[in-house]
């Protein structure tokens, strides 16, 4: 399928999702649809910042609440996963905001990177893609919020200027000296790996 069919029918559906949601009748089955197209996305999305998947099932639930109890509130000039993800984004920084003041150990994230690329990643590149994650997590919030969108699920920047509320300029700018600094912290610490 072409980049092109699979946006609309990705729109198609959404439309489907919006006007389930909208109706008090079908409304716990528009969440279900919701929740089955938009899941592991999601998921994906606020782990690259959370890192730990106990802390990113909870914030995701925590999302899923959200839109739920505040799906009234959704204004239908933006599309539904630019909203979705804009909810998920702030749980995540929420999240963050806490575990700083909490601090959480540096022995614990470094398990939690190991284990975010442990999922897909063959045993020679395991060690390039824990690299590669200690680089993004390096990286200050906004900058890691911006390289993960782009990089990651490849965001146009229209859509991110929508989810983060930035102008595509400061977007771009972000973007820029977040992948340098990820290129200079793989070329400091790649010798490690010997």
């Known amino acids: 399928m072409n980049p092109k069919n699979q946006k609309q029918k990705s729109s198609e559906k959404d439309q489907n999702i919006v006007a389930l949601l909208s109706k008090s009748s079908s409304h716990n089955e528009g969440m279900k ?35 739920y109890q505040n799906f009234h ?9 630019t909203w979705l993800y804009r909810i998920a984004t702030n749980e995540a920084l929420q999240y963050i905001n806490k575990q700083k003041r909490m601090q959480k150990s540096s022995q614990d994230v470094e398990k939690d990177l190991e ?8 045993s020679d ?14 990286l200050p919030e906004k900058q ?24 595509v300029s400061t977007l771009k700018t972000n973007y820029h000296y977040a992948k340098q600094k990820v290129e200079d912290y793989i070329k400091l610490h790649f010798h490690d790996l010997d």
Do not use: G
């Open 33 to 67: 649809l919701l929740m089955d197209s938009y899941q592991s996305r999601l998921y994906w999305h606020i782990r690259r910042f959370v890192v730990d998947p106990d802390a990113t099932e909870d914030i995701l639930q925590d999302t899923f609440i959200k839109v």
């Open 73 to 81: 509130q959704f204004k239908q000039d933006s599309q539904l996963y």
């Open 115 to 122: 284990n975010l690329v442990a999922h897909n990643a063959s």
């Open 125 to 138: 590149a395991e060690e390039i893609q824990v690299l590669l994650q200690k680089a993004i997590q390096s």
């Open 144 to 167: 890691k919020l911006v390289f993960s969108m782009r990089y990651y699920e490849e965001m146009p920047y229209e859509e991110m200027s929508q989810v983060l509320d930035m102008s």
